[in-house]
């Protein structure tokens, strides 16, 4: 009998006690990257700034407490979809950000902004696909379209002697894009293109002895993470390095480079963030982060800490309450926040408009490996498909 | 010429992997009839053990030798835990059970070794290439794998061949019951097996480890295309599993090599450079088909 009247007190109490609460909910922020296998290192990063971007906050958006659920997608598709349905429907959180690959943002796409009618911020995959036929209100970008950075080393390279390029990427959506982009502006002859088996293939054997037969003047790859590792360290093994020189997108980063050392050294590749942006935010943030882990941010985790930033732009703005999608939809959309890219404008199909730049890897005064930006390659560029997006 | 010699290497060195550890899988599905999803695990662990005592050792080749007793004493438990309780048992349990036993080796290195997964950098002195024809540069440790593997194959065939402990295992492979009634130890000739197959796949595993990177589930893709040579092999035959291994090895590297541009010839250059990987996975796969319908029982396969 006292056990009941107890029980019945404590629920009781919780009710009362949660009635208060519940007009400050926390805003809830689900947030989907990879944090096992060989990939795990890039999701570690982006939690890193995704933590110090709520410490910068204080914790909180517009006075309201806020969480983040990290969801582990383990480099898969459809598990990525899985963790995704489970934050829409059981975690009801207000936003899902994240998304290293362009393979599972695709699979979780529909979930998210279209059964759930969430708001989905990628902070990095950006598919060809949902910059153009598949476009959707609810889905915003802080990173770019696949093709971009692609184009501006491409641009890049049209400017220099480079007469002939072999190109290699993984068989996947994004990795297609990517090669895609490298075309539409290197008008020089292409001698070879692979695409490998994605995301089995880490021995490129094959690959490298066909380049090695086709001499071109340079080789254009996109392996991100541990795949980069793996390419640079067999193209140097090959005795490739020194003879045919290597252009890449997002196969030479922060996180990859304590494993890269000096095979990087010198290598270029284009990039919309570099580390040494020298706008107030940025010098901010990678100082913080370098005090905090002793190591350089990566451009995922930039693009994470900036997804945090541009939803907590549209809740200042809101003064905390995000009932109305369609105001918070509005807010982003003005994307008035201080990105660390400097600031950015949304093209109608809710991919930023910005620069790209053109990072050499170096040592820097104390020895460590680090990306340098050494030339802008384009200015406010606007991504290929947004024409063919229904949005205007 | 040299672009093809290239090549061929290139498959040979993935066939000698691909050869280690099919043998010890052939041999257990051969001679103890037990069909073990668990070997790709062996293949993990190896790997994982040998990362950990080169991180102790300070050197690639003494971490190896270590790993090596410690994937045979591996395979000795997982063989007098589990697998002696599955031999009598039909095939279907044994899936069972030997699924079961994968799912516990990834939790099991997920709790030991972190689920972020680890690098083992090629040893300084193969760190260069070798020059296997004049001006023709080779991977020193692609070519060592070559050779090691090499070494591997010829002492397993002498094994097999030449010693008792071969003749009992060949007399295994061919009618166990019998083997048993002739008095031989059949418990201790069964867990032996076990424990050398382990070896093999650690090898192979830590062998591939460079190349590859050392992760959870690594062996569970590589054992299907294991299981895909030891069916055209033959099962139970080392012989078998050899020539198998050696035609999945240039198999691949042709559907990765020369497939793409045989491609273009009649295809569009997007078209063919996205279809060359799809068709090069299948194409091993059209091949054992094949073999089948002309030899049911594989090249070497004993048993109808």
């Known amino acids: 009998m006292t056990y009941r009247l107890f029980g019945a007190a404590t629920i009781a109490a919780l009710a009362f006690g949660l009635q208060p609460a519940m007009a400050q909910a926390p805003i809830k922020i689900g947030f989907i990257s990879t944090f096992s296998g060989p990939q795990a290192a890039i999701g570690e990063d982006m939690r890193r700034s995704v933590e110090l971007a709520k410490e910068h906050l204080g914790g909180k958006m517009a006075g309201r407490a806020f969480e983040i659920i990290y969801e582990d997608d383990q480099f898969k598709p459809d598990v990525g979809k899985q963790r995704s349905e489970k934050l829409v429907q059981q975690d009801k959180v207000n936003f899902v950000a994240g998304y290293i690959w362009s393979n599972v943002l695709l699979a979780s796409l529909k979930t998210v902004t279209d059964e759930g009618d969430t708001i989905l911020i990628s902070s990095n995959a950006g598919p060809s696909q949902i910059a153009g036929e598949l476009c959707n209100k609810n889905f915003f970008s802080t990173s770019w379209q696949n093709d971009q950075t692609p184009m501006a080393m491409g641009a890049y390279l049209q400017g220099k002697a480079v007469k002939s390029l072999y190109l290699m990427a993984g068989n996947y959506a994004a990795g297609k894009d990517m090669l895609a982009g490298v075309k539409r502006t290197f008008k020089g002859q292409i001698i070879g293109e692979d695409l490998t088996k994605w995301p089995d293939q880490l021995d490129f054997s094959a690959e490298l002895a066909k380049i090695r037969a086709a001499k071109p003047d340079g080789i254009f790859i996109f392996y991100p993470g541990a795949h980069g590792v793996q390419f640079l360290t067999q193209y140097a093994q090959a005795g490739l390095k020194g003879q045919i020189p290597l252009y890449q997108v997002f196969s030479i980063d922060a996180i990859t480079l304590p494993q890269q050392k000096e095979l990087a050294l010198g290598t270029m590749g284009a990039q919309e963030w570099v580390n040494d942006l020298p706008n107030d935010q940025n010098k901010r943030f990678v100082a913080d982060f370098r005090k905090k882990h002793g190591v350089f941010p990566s451009f995922y985790g930039a693009q994470s800490y900036d997804s945090i930033m541009l939803i907590a732009s549209a809740a200042e703005a809101l003064k905390g309450d995000l009932s109305s999608k369609d105001k918070v939809r509005a807010e982003l959309k003005k994307a008035n926040f201080k990105s660390l890219r400097g600031d950015f404008k949304y093209n109608t199909n809710q991919f930023p408009i910005q620069n790209f730049y053109i990072q050499e890897a170096v040592k820097d005064a104390e020895g460590t490996m680090t990306l340098k930006t050494v030339a802008t390659a384009v200015k406010d560029a606007k991504d290929p498909y947004y024409e063919k997006c229904p949005m205007k | ?304």
């Open chain 2, 1 to 304: 010429m040299d672009y093809l010699l290239l090549q061929v290497l290139n498959g040979v060195q993935l066939g000698l992997l691909m050869f280690l550890l099919a043998a010890g899988l052939t041999l257990t599905f051969g001679i103890m009839d037990l069909v073990n999803l668990a070997h790709g695990s062996l293949y993990m662990m190896g790997a994982y053990i040998a990362w950990t005592f080169v991180g102790w050792t300070d050197s690639f080749v003494l971490g190896a030798l270590l790993a090596l007793p410690a994937t045979f004493l591996l395979g000795v438990v997982v063989e007098m835990v589990v697998a002696r309780r599955l031999y009598a048992r039909d095939h279907l349990d044994q899936v069972l059970a030997t699924f079961g036993l994968i799912l516990f080796f990834n939790e099991l290195v997920r709790v030991i070794w972190g689920p972020a997964g680890k690098s083992l950098a090629v040893p300084a002195f193969l760190n260069r290439t070798v020059e296997i024809l004049p001006g023709v540069p080779y991977p020193a440790y692609r070519f060592a794998i070559i050779v090691v593997g090499a070494v591997v194959a010829v002492l397993l065939a002498w094994l097999v061949a030449r010693t008792r402990l071969g003749m009992l295992i060949r007399a295994g492979a061919s009618n166990r019951r019998m083997i048993g009634a002739l008095g031989v130890d059949i418990e201790l000739l069964f867990t032996l097996v076990f424990g050398l197959g382990a070896v093999f796949a650690g090898l192979a595993g830590l062998m591939a480890a460079p190349i590859t990177s050392v992760k959870i589930g690594m062996g569970d893709d590589i054992l299907i295309l294991a299981f895909v040579i030891i069916v055209i092999g033959g099962i139970g035959s080392i012989k078998g599993a050899f020539v198998a291994a050696m035609l999945v090895g240039q198999i691949d590297i042709v559907g990765r090599a020369f497939l793409p541009d045989f491609l273009k010839t009649f295809l569009s250059s997007a078209a063919a450079s996205s279809a060359a990987p799809a068709i090069s996975q299948v194409l091993v796969y059209v091949v054992m088909a094949g073999v089948l319908v002309w030899r049911p029982t594989g090249l070497f396969g004993q048993r109808a």
